[in-house]
């Protein structure tokens, strides 16, 4: 089965930085979508950002500009590099895997919080 084991959070201040990564093993790296997801308390899971095998990549509005999404197919790891945060970028991000022929294989990593505080 795939495995997705998260490191990088937590407590930074405002307009600090963050690098998350996200190493995936069991299965074949390349041939996985790659995306954080983040959830604040009390709110809805929310896509962060997400990169393709071709390397394309989206984001959320609210992240685009201080976010980088990237991924190191010979490591086997996506990362999100978080710049400028915000307080309401607190929440706990979760690293996801999607083959890209099917929406049923999903793995989720564990979880990690970020805190975004002085």
């Known amino acids: 089965q795939v495995q997705l084991v998260e490191s990088g959070g937590?407590?930074?201040q405002p307009g600090g930085s963050l690098r998350l990564s996200c190493t995936l093993s069991g299965s074949i790296f390349s041939l996985?979508?790659?995306g954080w997801y983040r959830q604040a308390p009390g709110k809805e899971r929310e896509l962060v950002a997400r990169i393709n095998r071709s390397g394309n990549t989206v984001y959320a509005d609210s992240v685009k500009g201080r976010f980088t999404i990237s991924r190191d197919?010979?490591?086997n790891t996506v990362y999100l590099q978080m710049n400028s945060l915000k307080p309401e970028d607190t929440a706990v991000y979760y690293c996801n895997a999607r083959h890209w022929s099917s929406q049923?294989?999903?793995a989720w990593g564990q979880g990690t919080l970020?805190?975004?505080s002085s």
Do not use: Q, S
């Open 32 to 34: 996985y979508v790659m």
């Open 10 to 12: 937590g407590l930074v």
């Open 104 to 106: 049923a294989l999903d």
């Open 73 to 75: 197919n010979a490591k």
């Open 114 to 116: 970020v805190t975004v």
